[in-house]
């Protein structure tokens, strides 16, 4: 009931953007599905003249069919970039299968007694294609065309994550911020459009002879007018945004800027995984990302400075138990030697080194130590076994290979990773619940996704990490007794990017610059 | 005197699938008018003999003529509007009403349409198939020798010379199949049309054919009217093929003309028909299973043999002879034997 009242709200407050994600979502699938019948039909009819070929068709086209679709779309990035292109070629080819494997079916079960017939009675070769052949698969090609549009319109919801708009974006924006109601925004829709599609073309099956020449006229003239529908931003302003479904959702994110910054960015949505790489491409100008995610020194992108403090404090601190610490009073000492080490760009190249150049977690962590002179042989085990835990992906990796090296050399303690624990909220049980000992986690994430206190108390708080430090080490310790020790110098928080070279000439460093740049 | 150009003929027709040979230097020549039906055992090659004549299937050696031109000097759909062609299966196009589908052909031509609709009326109504009740109906609304009826008068919508039938009557049942045959021997618009027709019935073969060509093998084993396969066969095969319907065929393949010798001469020759039986006539060009059916369909009564009895009508001598079952038997039996000693 609450969800759909929200649902009703948000669909109240949207209603604009609803509309035009749509119409995307139409223009998309007509579009591919144009292709498709422009390709497919003709592929079909190649085939049932020379049906030794088919096998192989139709054996690719299955193959293109069970590639997952998020997994094609990434095939497709480096060659055509992201945008309207690959999200309609992936769609033009998952449409691709029905439609060929109708067309042959539906003219090799054309009775043959009646093709022979005809070719006896002396029609030729094109009109017993046109007079005979087609019109009776008509009703089988036609199921597969309707077959091709209703898995394009579900695909078509994955084109949100290449900046090619529709109905994908709420959906996605709901996944991300864990918004049933946005989720259900974009779902529906969707849903009724897949209805919608199938019972259109479903009507168009039942209609016989004549009719069915009509509609089919109709058809072909409909389907490149509605892929017309297909209007996206493109970068009529100065800069071309490229957003992740939550950054653009999330208060802490786009919000957040627009209302420190007044900054208003023509942006198109994008999958996380792919707005670095946009930026690279020169897709998209102005992406959002982490502060210290390797790419930024991969892809040479320029961090601009949060001059306003819009995004939250996000230090990295290590979390332990206090029953361990108290335990093994040599261990906080040992911990303690990291503190204030890595910088944002220490980190930045910590993480670049791992996940692009792909050197092991540990070689890394052991390189960093011997650098700075921290490194100790492990001394002999001599007593309690230490469980450390960390998040699934690169940085937790290496700060827990960090910690695991220092406690090895500092301590006689035993050292036993547990690595690799999904998201936040199981890293956090495992801690409480005493399973871990520690683990690495971020201020703010600490205060959003455990703490989760009132907004009243948010707005105090403000974007002060002295402050937001404070509290989320206080109330871990009333509530959990868990210890926020020193933090370690990082803050991965949300960042702005550019490209170094565009932001040089443009001459941006912060936010700030930005905004009046785009003013 | 000249001869006629052949409506059809084929010089030495092979065909071969790979290593097997399924039709083997057959030929023919066929006047105007004239019906052959291919006769021979399933796979014997008959169906791709028929299919080279409309070049269906294009044959590896050997020449297809029609009034003595090569086939191949046209296009082959040229060649085919200008046949009929009729299958076992019918092959109607099933989107298209029976109207529609006669006049498929004469479309083809670019006929005018005021002229495809008389056309296609006239047919139908030939066929038994009254125009308004049938002509707007869809194939599968019709009963398969109504479907058979329409594939016919489909061949025939473009008035071809030639009509080629690929077993047109297989897919009926026995009833339907005895009373369209008689429809289609009876129907004008074919008495003057060049026909092959192919068919593993030896008893319609005998029916429908002025001669017969029996394969196997691919192999022409015999060609020749019905009676000279039947009483004169080239070879064992062709004997043992009709060993098991000799009588039968023997009634469909002698005429009354050729008992006249043989028929009791106290029967003697009336000049005048007798009044009482003017119905009870039937020509001497008749077969002698014509004459029986007449026979049984004459009231039995022995208080009035007259009323029993069948005229023969003869031409040369003219004048009309009595035909009852002792006398046509008889006479039937001596023929018989007179002809299988020549």
Known sequence: MNTLTELLTFWQAQAGKLGQQTLQHIGLTAAALVLGVAVGVPLGLLLTRRPRLAPWVLGGAGILQTIPSIALLGFLIPALGIGPGPAILALFLYSLLPIVRNTLAGVQAVDAAVVDAARGLGLTDRQILRRVELPLALPVLLAGIRTAAVINVGVATLAAYIAAGGLGEFIFGGIALNNPAMILAGAIPAAALALAFDGLLAGVQRLSGRQLKRAGQVLLVSLPLLAGLYLLPRAASKLLAGFSPEFVGRSDGLPGLTLRYGLNPTSVVLAPALVYEAARSGDVDLIDGYSTDGRIRAYDLRVLRDDRHAFPPYQAVPVVRQQTLQA??????????????????????????????????????LDFLRRRGLWRRP???????????????????????????LIRGYTNLGVEAKTGLGGTTI???????????LYPEYTGTGLLVVLQPPAATLDSLGPDPAAVLQYVRREYRRRYQLEWLAPLGFNNTYALLMRRRHAERLGIRTVSELSAYLQ | MSVPTPALEVRNLTKRYGSRTVVQEVSFALVPGETLVLLGP?????????????????????????????VREQPAELLRRGMGYVIQQVGLLPHYTVAENVAVVPRLLGHAPAQIAARTEELLRRLHLP?????????????????????????????????????????????TRASIRREFRELPELRRKTLVLVTHDVTEAFELADRILLLEAGRVQQLGRPRELLLRPANDFVRRFFAADRLSLQLRALYLNDLLTD??????????????????????????????????????????????????????????????????MTAFGRTIQRLSAA
Request: hydrophobic fraction near 40%; include cysteine; glycine fraction near 8%.
């Open chain 2, 131 to 175: 125009p308004e009740q049938f002509a707007n109906q869809y194939p599968r609304q019709l009963s398969g020798g109504q479907q058979q009826r329409v594939g016919l008068a489909r061949a025939l919508a473009a008035d071809p010379p030639i009509v080629l039938l690929d077993e047109p009557f297989g897919a009926l049942d026995p009833i």
């Open chain 2, 42 to 70: 399933s796979g014997c090659g008959k169906t791709t003999l028929l299919r080279m004549l409309n070049r269906l299937v294009e044959p590896d050696a050997g020449q297809v003529l029609v009034q003595g031109t090569d």
């Open chain 1, 379 to 405: 001394r002999p085990v001599g007593g309690a076994t230490i469980r450390l835990g960390s998040k699934i992906f690169g940085e937790q990796y290496i700060l827990a290979e960090l910690y695991a090296a």
């Open chain 2, 263 to 328: 028929l009791p001469p106290e029967a003697g020759t009336q000049i005048i028909l007798p009044s009482e039986s003017d119905t009870n006539i039937i020509h001497s060009s008749a077969t002698v299973q014509q004459a029986l059916e007449e026979l049984s369909h004459l009231p039995a009564d022995p208080a009035s043999p007259a009323a029993a009895t069948l005229w023969l009508e003869t031409t040369a001598p003219a004048g009309y002879r009595p035909l009852t079952y002792a006398s046509l």
């Open chain 1, 427 to 437: 890293c956090a049980e495992a801690l409480r619940t005493g399973a871990i000992d």
């Open chain 1, 328 to 365: 093994h009073p040599e261990l906080a000492p040992a911990l303690a030697r990291l503190a204030g080490q890595l910088s944002d760009s220490v980190m930045t190249e910590l993480n670049y080194r791992v996940d692009y150049r792909h050197e092991t977690p540990r070689a890394v962590a």
